[in-house]
């Protein structure tokens, strides 16, 4: 992964940790949602744009072909979409655009998957492949109890072994 990956997944990282810390053991009703509801949705909106910038590095990595490409370009829409309807949900105090939330997530899953699959396929760096995929898995399943500190952890644990990965490849070079 670039350096400007490893950044993003690292804001993505906090980004989702806050996200899912303003709303453990609270709801956050479908309108007025006050302080809670803003940062939510402003944090998740964050972690979305960061992770949609990540993922070519990520697809990097995994060193993937045509498939794991065009995966990343959708699940990067998909990202984009999800945060764009945050962000207008933040502006109007609601949830405002639910279906381009939905198809968002879908293209998101879509893209993931085959991203993953390629990547796997590829060998480069399999163990890496399936996490973002899983975690967004695991995330949906969590919900408002943990989904987004989920999504942070496992985008945490893509920037440290992206980061100790760069390192390794350093020292191998210098060596």
Known sequence: ?????????????????????????????????????????LAFAVGLIAVAIALPGLAARLQVNRLGTAGTRIAQVGQLAMAVESIASTIHGGNTLGPVFVLGLLASLVGMALLAVDGFRAGAARPLAPIPLLALLVGIAGGDQGGAIVLGIAWAGLAILASRDAATSRSVVTA
């Not at 479908?30 to 949705?41: F, I, K, N, Q, S």
């Open 1 to 41: 992964m670039t350096s400007t990956s490893r950044t993003s997944a690292a804001v993505a990282a906090a980004a989702f940790v806050v996200a899912g810390a303003s709303v453990v053991g609270h709801k956050i009703p479908d309108h007025h949602w006050g302080a809670r509801g803003t940062v939510l949705d």
